[in-house]
């Protein structure tokens, strides 16, 4: 998702809503939980065949590209 198209999709809503991460807690009920945002910022991320998603480095590198990052 690019920053436009997330901009296109808040801009449907009351601009007073909270907004936050959703993501499984990793339980055995798989429980979905809600996380306050507490940062936005720019950082770098590379795939990992491993997790099979992109995860965030420390630093650039030729491999990594930058992205929003939601905390």
Same mark, same amino acid.
């Given at each position: 998702m690019t920053v436009n198209e997330l901009k296109d999709i808040l801009d449907q809503f009351d601009g007073d809503m909270e907004v936050k991460f959703s993501y499984n807690y990793?339980? !055995?009920?798989? +429980?979905?939980v809600a996380k306050d945002i @507490?940062?936005?910022?720019?950082? !770098?991320? +590379? !795939? @990992? &065949?491993?997790?099979q998603m992109d995860k965030i480095d420390e &630093?650039? %590198?030729? &491999? @990594?590209?930058?992205?929003?990052?939601? %905390?």
């Open positions: 990793g339980d !055995y009920w798989r +429980t979905q @507490s940062d936005v910022k720019e950082g !770098y991320v +590379t !795939y @990992s &065949d491993y997790y &630093d650039e %590198n030729e &491999d @990594s590209k930058l992205v929003i990052l939601l %905390n």
